[in-house]
């Protein structure tokens, strides 16, 4: 099978503190693949050197065989790769619709966008009508993002990052704050909406971690320590003493 | 944003009745209105290409001055080329100059706009001190002191030798721009810039290069920066190199906050209000300045969205039917902010008058030790208890008055707000 995204070696120091010590991950391509770990074991620091935020200290980064670490953003959104953010990122100030409008023009080559004529555009606002019906935003198409529910704020920050059609997708921790009906058809959303893609997602959530991975693999100070089906990981030892241990106690 | 929609025709006929006012305004015959006209409309389309910066991208710009003047300067000697026999049509000088601002723009936005906040300000306040310096030094291109003069020349069927041509040729230029700029404003572009504002990190991660998109838009603030001031160097033939003063810069800060920066034509408003008032009030007294610097604190403190937020919020409560509601507070808080307003001007211009040299010249001449100083056709005592009384009362009262206002302002917005 091969890989969509591909870690060896990386790591990452702020000044004297090393916050990602060598960590070797390998993402197969339409796998769903769950990050665990304890809080700052460097899950944020990995999605933040792996989507262009930030350049790793050392090691290297593939997306399909095509080196990354150390593009921008841009680049990287542009070579298939979309991330939402644990801490919700939408643009407050303009409408639901506009939001997910900045991301669907993008994917259809209308970055200078100058007009609002021509095919192309017909299609983008037909993207974005369904973007919003997938996400059950259709009816707060009009209001400002910053006017929403925390959850619907949550919902959206998803469907953006979904509306620029990436190949491979970065969710990081996509149900924190939301409730048990909001969590459950979140999943199922995600469920559906990467069929065919590769998922990468940070979720705290033990229940939604089995049900939606593939594989797992727990990351522990800094470097991954088991990488395997979620029956491998629940049996594994070392995963129990350092992680699942203390959270199921 | 109001979700109340009423019929474009009522929400625009104030812009419609402006625009004819303005189109209307050289039947006036009044040379020195013309003038001061047209002024105001220089000021204002700088303010508008400024604003586009600041308002949308929220990138202050302490620099604006050189792009306006660059537009000048390059105007006045195409102007000269024109006068020696070269066959550019006078009506494109600002398409020109535009084009110069906006590859100054571009080039000089790059760097400023790879910092945000204060940074940005400081590297642009730093790139028009230099070409300040520059101007200054430059005297084959920039003058010096004596600056650079030039004549206007007719073309084809224009004649531009008097104040209500001039006037027409920058009404036209200001007002397609301004259209221009709403094009661009309504466009996704628009938006695009109005979320890099918002939150860049989040743009970025949607696969625009926030840089370039910044770049863009300093280049095209810039060009209208450009041709504002090319209709400047239309209208006055001549300019020095002291038009780069960080003032100039000041200035345009300064037109945008009293006009409102959230507001499309805030900033044109502003300018218009700032330059009637340095010329009608300038004209009247010594200490118009002092007027113009409390107004401007004035507006800070009180309407931070400056007069276009004032204007704008008072239509859509006309738009709404809740006019009425605030209508007595408005009344009675105009009535109270004009009795503060005569009793600071009473003691400004009588403070004023009597520290300055005149007013000794005054005393050797009468004898007295306080003569009366004329204000409004009445002779004041400095130190007379008519003086003291008369201001005192009218603040009390304004006071008083300006409270009740406040607190009737604020009861109307609760009656709303549990109305609804």
Known sequence: MTSALCLTGVQKRFGATEVLKNVDLDIREGERHALLGPNGAGKSTLFNLISGRDRPSAGSITLFDQEIAGLTPARVNRLGLGRSFQITNVVAGVSVRDNLLLGVMGLHGRRWPFSRRGQAWRRIEESVDEVLERMRLSSERDRLAGDLTYSQQRSLEIGMTLATGPRVILLDEPTAGMSREETSHTIELIEQATVGKTLLIVEHDMEVVFRLADRISVLVYGSVLSTGTPEQIRADARVQEAYLGEATA | MSRVMSSPVARYAWLAATLLLLVLLPLTDSATLINVATKCLIAGLFAMGFNLLWGQMGLLSFGHAAYLGIGTFATLHMMNAIDEGWGLPAPLLPVLAGALGVVVGALMGWFASRRTGIYFAMITLAVAELTHVIADKWQGFFGGEAGVRSIRTDWWLFGFQDATSVYYYCLVWSVLLVIALWALLRSPFGLLMYALRENEERVRFLGYRTHSIKVVGFAVSAGVSAVAGSLMAFMNESANASMFATLTSAEVVLNTVIGGSAVFLGPALGAAFNTLFGYYIGGLSHFWLLYQGLIFVLVIMYAPGGLGGLFSGATRQAREGRLAHHAPAYAVGALASLLIAVATITVVELVGTVMGS?????????????????????????????????????????????RWAMASHRQALDRIGSET
Do not use: K, M, N, Q
Not at chain 2, 358 to 368: A, D, F, H, P
Not at chain 2, 374 to 398: K, Y
């Open chain 2, 358 to 402: 005149s007013y000794r010249v005054l005393r050797l001449t009468s004898g007295e030790t306080w003569p009366p100083v004329s204000l409004w056709g009445i002779d004041w005592h400095p130190l007379g208890i008519g003086t003291f009384t008369f201001v005192l009362v009218l603040i009390g009262a304004g006071t008083v008055l300006l």
